[in-house]
């Protein structure tokens, strides 16, 4: 999947494409790119305090979220992998944070509490995650050869 996406923006700092660690699992670093292309358009639509668009991609990022999680946690289970229920409490936590923004900006409509969930650590928590849990998981993957 190759797809580009510029933006001129002067608000926060958006993902960019030489931040997403590269794992040993192609399928992966698809996701996270995909995810961090969801979490900037997000962060634009805040920025022009576009509300409809706002929760659009929220929406968005809920469902991939969920995806991705559903993914990683199959591969998780097929592999055997020993560190599964420790990186699935992560992705639950995270996903019951995510959920809970979504919900607050239903009620308040404030894109300021987008911008700071985002800011305050959702794309350095999300880089953070690829970059460790996930980069364990494509190593005991790949090294162990029980996923394709």
Request: aromatic share 8%.
């Amino acid at each position: 999947m190759a797809f580009l996406f510029i933006c001129i923006y002067t608000g926060a700092q958006m993902i960019t494409l030489e931040q997403i660690p590269i794992l040993a699992i192609p399928s992966m670093n698809d996701t996270h790119l995909e995810e961090s292309l969801i979490i900037n358009k997000l962060d634009v639509a805040v920025s022009n305090n576009e509300l409809e668009t706002i929760h659009e991609i929220l929406h968005e990022l809920l469902a991939h979220t969920n995806m991705h999680y559903a993914a990683e946690e199959k591969m998780m289970e097929e592999s055997n992998f020993p560190e599964y229920y420790k990186h699935k409490k992560e992705h639950d936590r995270h996903l019951v944070e995510l959920k809970s923004v979504i919900n607050y900006f239903e009620i308040n409509k404030e894109p300021r509490a987008i911008y700071a969930y985002i800011e305050g650590g959702l794309s350095a928590w999300t880089l953070h995650h690829a970059n460790t849990m996930d980069r364990e998981l494509a190593l005991f993957v790949k090294e162990s050869d029980t996923i394709k």
